[in-house]
């Protein structure tokens, strides 16, 4: 009998394959509102990219070429915003292809006419003076002002404006790229990079595991690197590396930690390029090389959670991989999470309870600025016919955090970790998104333990549900109460700041209470200069405090012109601008707006046009 049946499923099986059209692999991507790719029409695996960087014309341009798999397709569909197609090949043949219609947030759907045996496209192309994703730099506008540069950002979906590319974070790509570049400058990339300039600017990559678009990305510089460690090390212009190398020296402890949490890193290489200071981002995760910004090179590694967060993405984002824009929360809550354990494990709770409390004002003024959207403060977003970018805010990141944290707290350090770590491990090299997670965690964690949890109150609905993890954090008690004291007593008295950490002047300055007096600030600043302060965060949240009271003295008020011109980082200039709005100084934020618009990165520039109604 056994034999029968096995030879009945056998034939059941013969029938079922022989049925399905040949060569047909098993496409299963869900609706995305962000690519006009089909994938599961017609799918790129594997692109090999060769272009020319001429910072002449300040155009790429060259091609991409892509290995596909597809249904039987006759069209393959392409991304693609602000570029010129000049040509596509089908197996190296001229082919029909077309653009369809332009929208504002997608671009244009590029496509291409396929054949049901075709293997490879190539599409023969080059970039516009509005391609979002790169920003070209004059050599005034870098650390060492000798040279040009170039970076690209691709998250969410700016890679489609310098490659054409099925540009959805479910798909994922394996990759070879030729780089062009003036032969002063290296390039680098987010895949196996050189460690020297070559001769002739001529560069070759590769990288090896597959990624999704989002993650390619391109930096072309007068830098050099210095390593940490044999699988660690900085990228940087000359004059910035040793700081940066100092800075980041805890690198590979902090690679070793994570591994030691949630398993194997799997990138082999974990690289930081330090970026000129419009770099929009405080860190971007790109796979065996993460972009940073010079800002947290605060002298004091100080400010080097950051470094712990884009290796964080090593695992969660860049293994596993949100399906969607509207699962951003999976990429960055995770990460904030794995984030701040790694601190824990490197410095020790009350550093990592002072990240996390900070990370709870943000979370509480994000729920504040959105009291007439609470849809926003949902985990799980609905962004179809909006900018992704709409949806990258602290509630991804801090309300994400604080369901994970109390998760753990209701499960047990043990029991979560272990649960991540599978997590990690059963969904490596995919993609998931909420729904999918959810199941996982009912399988995998709360029915396993018997734990009844609120999980759809926390990603389905707005707000903060009851069940909270509560976060405290003693030294910003003392922090608060050194507040009280100088105010009340209209006296500083600096023994009580002595020792102070980063984290606790930012609790500080953040802290100070509604009605503070410009007579108190003046004597707060006169005490600590906390005006020409060297560290980036803490200027920035001072001088958001000085226009939220209206703070004139120590010629303020062009260090923060200076500060908004030279720094491009969204999240600190738009604190600042938003600052000025709040307090009805729209005009004043104009006047500097258009003095440093033109260093801004087009991420930078596209929020803070719609902020201030810039043209
Ligand atoms: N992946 C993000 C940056 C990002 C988010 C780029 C959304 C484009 C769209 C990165 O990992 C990040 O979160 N950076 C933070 C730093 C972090 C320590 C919170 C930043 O840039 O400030
Ligand atoms: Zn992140």
Same mark, same amino acid.
């Given at each position: 009998?056994?034999?029968?049946?096995?030879?009945?499923?056998?034939?059941?099986?013969?029938?079922?394959?022989?049925?399905?059209?040949?060569?047909?692999?098993?496409?299963?991507?869900?609706?995305?509102?962000?690519?006009?790719?089909?994938?599961?029409?017609?799918? =790129?695996?594997?692109?090999?990219?060769?272009?020319?960087?001429?910072?002449?014309?300040?155009?790429?341009?060259? &091609?991409?070429?892509?290995?596909?798999?597809?249904?039987?397709?006759?069209?393959?569909?392409?991304?693609?915003?602000?570029?010129?197609?000049?040509?596509?090949?089908?197996?190296?043949?001229?082919?029909?292809?077309?653009?369809?219609?332009?929208?504002?947030?997608?671009?244009?759907?590029?496509?291409?006419?396929?054949?049901?045996?075709?293997?490879? =496209?190539?599409?023969?192309? &080059?970039?516009?003076?509005?391609?979002? /994703?790169?920003?070209?730099?004059?050599?005034?506008?870098?650390?060492?002002?000798?040279?040009?540069?170039?970076?690209?950002?691709?998250?969410?979906?700016?890679?489609?404006?310098?490659?054409?590319?099925?540009?959805?974070?479910?798909?994922?790509?394996?990759? *070879?790229?030729?780089?062009?570049?003036?032969?002063? #400058?290296?390039?680098?990339?987010?895949?196996?990079?050189?460690?020297?300039?070559?001769?002739?600017?001529?560069?070759?990559?590769?990288?090896?595991?597959?990624?999704?678009?989002?993650?390619?990305?391109?930096? %072309?510089?007068?830098?050099?690197?210095?390593?940490?460690? *044999?699988?660690?090390?900085?990228?940087?212009?000359?004059?910035?590396?040793?700081?940066?190398?100092?800075?980041?020296?805890?690198?590979?402890?902090?690679?070793?930690?994570?591994?030691?949490?949630?398993?194997?890193?799997?990138? !082999?290489?974990?690289?930081?390029?330090?970026?000129?200071?419009?770099?929009?981002?405080?860190?971007?995760?790109?796979?065996? #090389?993460?972009?940073?910004?010079?800002?947290?090179?605060?002298?004091?590694?100080?400010?080097?959670?950051?470094? /712990? $967060?884009? @290796?964080?993405?090593?695992?969660?984002?860049?293994?596993?991989?949100?399906?969607?824009?509207?699962?951003?929360?999976?990429?960055?809550?995770?990460? %904030?999470?794995?984030?701040?354990?790694?601190?824990?494990?490197?410095?020790?709770?009350?550093?990592?309870?002072?990240?996390?409390?900070?990370?709870?004002?943000?979370?509480?003024?994000?729920? !504040?600025?959105?009291?007439?959207?609470?849809?926003?403060?949902?985990?799980? @977003?609905?962004?179809?016919?909006?900018?992704?970018?709409?949806?990258?805010?602290?509630?991804?990141?801090?309300?994400?955090?604080?369901?994970?944290?109390?998760? !753990?707290?209701?499960?047990?350090? !043990?029991?979560?970790?272990?649960?991540?770590?599978?997590?990690?491990?059963?969904?490596?090299?995919?993609?998931?998104?909420?729904?999918?997670?959810?199941?996982? @965690?009912?399988?995998?964690?709360?029915?396993?333990?018997? =734990? /009844?949890?609120?999980?759809?109150?926390?990603?389905?609905?707005?707000?903060?549900?009851?069940?909270?993890?509560?976060?405290?954090?003693?030294?910003?008690?003392?922090?608060?109460?050194?507040?009280?004291?100088?105010?009340?007593? *209209?006296?500083?008295?600096?023994?009580?700041?002595?020792?102070?950490?980063?984290?606790?002047?930012?609790?500080?300055?953040? *802290?100070?209470?509604?009605?503070?007096?410009?007579?108190?600030?003046?004597?707060?600043?006169?005490?600590?200069?906390?005006?020409?302060?060297?560290?980036?965060?803490?200027?920035?949240?001072?001088?958001?405090?000085?226009?939220?009271?209206?703070?004139?003295?120590?010629?303020?008020?062009? &260090?923060?012109?200076?500060?908004?011109?030279? %720094?491009?980082?969204?999240?600190? %200039?738009?604190?600042?601008?938003?600052?000025?709005?709040?307090?009805?100084?729209?005009?004043?934020?104009?006047?500097?707006?258009?003095?440093?618009?033109?260093?801004? $990165?087009?991420?930078?520039?596209?929020?803070?046009?719609?902020? #201030?109604?810039?043209?």
């Amino acid at each position: 009998m056994k034999k029968i049946l096995l030879a009945f499923g056998c034939l059941i099986f013969l029938i079922s394959s022989c049925s399905k059209k040949q060569n047909i692999p098993t496409l299963s991507y869900i609706e995305e509102p962000h690519s006009f790719s089909q994938p599961n029409e017609a799918v =790129i695996t594997h692109m090999d990219l060769d272009i020319n960087v001429d910072f002449n014309n300040e155009m790429i341009h060259g &091609k991409a070429s892509y290995l596909i798999k597809s249904n039987e397709a006759s069209q393959i569909i392409l991304d693609s915003k602000f570029l010129t197609i000049e040509n596509v090949q089908a197996d190296g043949k001229d082919t029909s292809f077309s653009l369809g219609e332009f929208d504002k947030q997608l671009g244009n759907p590029l496509k291409i006419d396929i054949n049901k045996h075709t293997k490879r =496209i190539t599409v023969f192309y &080059k970039t516009t003076n509005k391609t979002e /994703a790169l920003q070209w730099l004059k050599p005034q506008q870098t650390t060492d002002k000798t040279h040009p540069f170039l970076f690209t950002q691709g998250q969410a979906i700016l890679t489609r404006t310098w490659i054409p590319i099925q540009d959805s974070p479910q798909i994922r790509i394996t990759y *070879n790229a030729k780089v062009q570049v003036p032969s002063q #400058l290296m390039a680098v990339m987010s895949a196996e990079n050189p460690k020297s300039k070559t001769p002739d600017g001529h560069y070759s990559f590769k990288m090896a595991q597959p990624i999704p678009p989002y993650l390619i990305a391109l930096a %072309v510089g007068d830098i050099e690197y210095k390593a940490i460690s *044999n699988r660690t090390g900085i990228y940087a212009e000359k004059s910035m590396v040793e700081k940066a190398h100092y800075e980041f020296s805890d690198m590979e402890n902090m690679v070793a930690s994570a591994e030691a949490l949630y398993g194997k890193y799997a990138w !082999e290489q974990f690289d930081v390029i330090v970026l000129p200071p419009s770099f929009p981002f405080g860190g971007m995760e790109n796979p065996r #090389l993460t972009f940073a910004t010079p800002t947290v090179i605060a002298g004091d590694k100080s400010l080097t959670s950051l470094i /712990a $967060h884009e @290796l964080a993405h090593s695992w969660s984002g860049n293994l596993v991989t949100n399906a969607t824009w509207d699962d951003f929360w999976l990429n960055e809550g995770f990460t %904030v999470y794995f984030e701040m354990r790694i601190m824990e494990a490197l410095y020790g709770k009350d550093r990592a309870n002072m990240l996390a409390r900070i990370g709870r004002q943000d979370l509480e003024e994000e729920i !504040e600025g959105f009291k007439d959207a609470p849809d926003e403060t949902k985990l799980k @977003l609905n962004l179809k016919g909006r900018n992704p970018d709409d949806g990258m805010n602290s509630i991804a990141y801090d309300k994400g955090y604080l369901f994970l944290r109390t998760l !753990e707290e209701t499960a047990g350090r !043990e029991n979560f970790d272990i649960f991540l770590k599978n997590y990690f491990q059963k969904h490596a090299f995919s993609t998931i998104n909420t729904e999918k997670f959810v199941d996982f @965690l009912n399988e995998n964690l709360l029915e396993k333990y018997n =734990i /009844a949890f609120n999980t759809d109150a926390w990603i389905y609905t707005a707000g903060i549900p009851d069940n909270q993890a509560i976060i405290s954090s003693d030294k910003f008690k003392t922090v608060e109460k050194t507040i009280q004291q100088f105010v009340k007593t *209209n006296i500083v008295d600096k023994t009580l700041t002595e020792g102070w950490t980063t984290q606790e002047w930012v609790h500080f300055v953040r *802290n100070f209470p509604n009605d503070i007096k410009t007579g108190h600030l003046a004597m707060i600043d006169n005490a600590f200069n906390l005006t020409n302060s060297n560290n980036s965060y803490i200027a920035m949240v001072w001088y958001e405090q000085a226009i939220n009271h209206n703070y004139r003295g120590n010629n303020i008020d062009t &260090k923060i012109e200076e500060f908004l011109i030279r %720094v491009g980082r969204r999240w600190y %200039v738009s604190t600042i601008y938003k600052a000025f709005k709040r307090n009805d100084k729209t005009d004043e934020a104009l006047a500097i707006y258009k003095k440093a618009r033109s260093n801004y $990165h087009a991420v930078t520039a596209n929020t803070i046009d719609d902020l #201030l109604g810039y043209n």
